[in-house]
């Protein structure tokens, strides 16, 4: 899956645990008639792929959602979601070889020759077609 939207925040690395889990949470706005704040969490490795990033840049996410189940001490079940990015982009760059972003097409320039209409017309000669 994907996302779009604005960096709204930059979370700084937070480490976890003897083993040293690493985690790094970003907070994106999209860009739609009501617009979600979505925070996007990337781990370990992916953790640096934040770093040449800043707020207020338009980007593409591509996550994957994670859900788990906790059984509290009192028996009682739990649910809950994240959201796991493992890659990102600048959505500039993406947008940049759509269609929409293309150049477009050249302009054709006049005919240097007379169009064919008039090639057999005489001169004076009125054209009775409609068009």
Sequence with gaps: MQVEGKIKVIGEVQTFGENGFRKREVVITTQEQYPQNLMIEFVQERCDLLNTFQ?????????????REWVSPEGVTKYFNSIQGWNISRLQAAQATSPEQQAPFPTATAPTT??????????????????
């Design 55 to 67: 707020v207020g840049e338009d980007v593409k996410i591509n996550i994957n959602l994670k859900g």
């Design 114 to 131: 007379p169009p064919a209409e008039n090639l057999n017309k005489e001169e004076g000669e009125e054209n009775d077609l409609p068009f």
